[in-house]
Structure formats: C-alpha cells, structure tokens
C-alpha cells in the first residue's frame, strides 16, 4: 500500500522567503501525487499533481513541485512567499490498481504541514 | 471548475441523536463520491466511498451501521451519522471524482456533539 510521509508538521517563513513544504512517498508502482491546501474550516483545494508526465510539475498560486524517484520525493516549493500562502498543506497519493479495484482512485493523504508566513 | 457544496456547514447535535449531512456536486455529476472525517490537528481519513446506485464501501475500522451513506443520484451522496455521541465530533468532509485523478472536496461539515 502506498503512503506519504511529511517532513514537519510545522514550517514558519518571512513574506518573500521560499516556501519548501517536503513530502516523501512509498509506493511499488508509479505513484499519482497531489498537494492540497487547506484554509480554516474549509475543504481542500488542489494545488497540483503529478501523473507521470513532466516531473517538475506548475500548479497554481506560484506553487511547483518537483518528482525525483530516486529520492522517492514531491517536495512543494514557491520562491516568494506571500501572507495569504498561510494556510495547512497536505501530500497525498493516489491507490494502486485499476478500475474496479479497492483501492481505485483513493487517496491517502499526508499528516499535513501548517504553513506560517511573518511579515 | 467544478463545485463541491456540503449542508449544513456546522451542526451541534445532542448525544443519541442521528445527523445528516449533504454533498453535492453542483455543475457535474459524479458517479464517485468520498467521505472523510479529519479531527483536529490531524490529516484526512478515508472513511468510505460511496457509489452512485450501489452499496457504499467502507474502510476498515469505519461502523457501517454508525455512518450511513446513500448516494441516491449523480450529484448527492448523503452522510447520515447514527445516535452521535461526543467522539463522532469532527470535521467531515465529501470530495467528488472526476476520471481517474481529480476529486473535488467540499467545504467540509464540522459536527459537535454534545
């Protein structure tokens, strides 16, 4: 079964700083990533996602994130970060198998990274 | 894009009392619907998923019987939570699918329980 790991529950940066938010995946087949972002009592917004095409893939808001299998790694970055960057960051993988599957299309999601940003 | 909407956004419920709580996807449908409950300072757990015209499956460890879901059409799925009790507080949020990759969420429904 596939997994994702974060590395710091918590990551703190100035305005204009880089954002690095990392994440770390297990998976015995080519893993489909995702970032989401979570605001305060909302739902979760896709930032972006790898599906085995480009590895450095662009998301919105300035977001990218690069796949490197031999560091079985999705870290999230953003050169400049801005005060409404703020906000919990979650990894997730997509599950193994195909249609039809228990595990089609699932997702299973990281502990999540709170994002501080000081002025 | 597309639109996830959940009712109520927030509910506080007497223990013993069932609670139902409405996913929708407004401008698509969706034959693939999730439900995830995230307690605080926690990720997302995939508590079921909940298909369109056919039985909802449940993940190990979740009460199938405690959490009814009904996906009755192609843009609601319904999460009934049976006699609630404090533990069931939480913040239970849908996602739509779409293809293979994309799940849409919704704003999530936080439920206390008192």
């Known amino acids: 079964a596939q997994s994702v790991t974060q590395l710091g529950s918590h990551v703190s940066v100035s305005e204009g700083a880089l954002v690095l938010l990392r994440c770390n995946y297990s998976s015995s087949v080519p893993p489909y990533l995702f970032w989401y972002v979570q605001y305060p009592n909302q739902g979760l917004q896709l930032l972006l996602k790898y599906t085995s095409a480009a590895t450095l893939v662009k998301g919105i808001n300035g977001f990218e994130a690069e796949f490197k299998k031999s560091e079985t790694s999705f870290h999230l970055t953003k050169p400049s970060a801005h005060m409404s960057d703020a906000a919990e960051y979650f990894c997730?993988?997509?599950?193994?198998?195909?249609?039809?599957?228990?595990?089609?299309?699932?997702?299973?999601f990281g502990q999540g990274t709170i994002l501080t940003v000081h002025p | 894009g597309a639109v996830v909407s959940q009712h109520p956004s927030w509910v506080i419920c007497k223990s013993g009392t069932s609670v139902k709580i409405e996913c929708r996807s407004l401008d698509f449908q969706a034959t693939t619907m999730f439900w995830y409950r995230q307690f605080p300072k926690q990720s997302l757990m995939l508590m079921a998923t909940s298909n369109e015209g056919s039985k909802a499956t449940y993940e190990q460890g979740v009460e199938k019987d405690k959490f009814l879901i009904n996906h009755a059409s192609l843009t609601l799925s319904t999460l009934t939570v049976t006699s609630a009790h404090p533990e069931d507080s939480s913040f239970y949020i849908c996602s739509a699918r779409v293809g293979q990759d994309t799940q849409y969420f919704g704003p999530g429904t936080r439920l206390t329980v008192l």
């Open positions: 997730a993988v997509r599950g193994e198998g195909g249609a039809g599957g228990t595990s089609y299309g699932k997702l299973t």
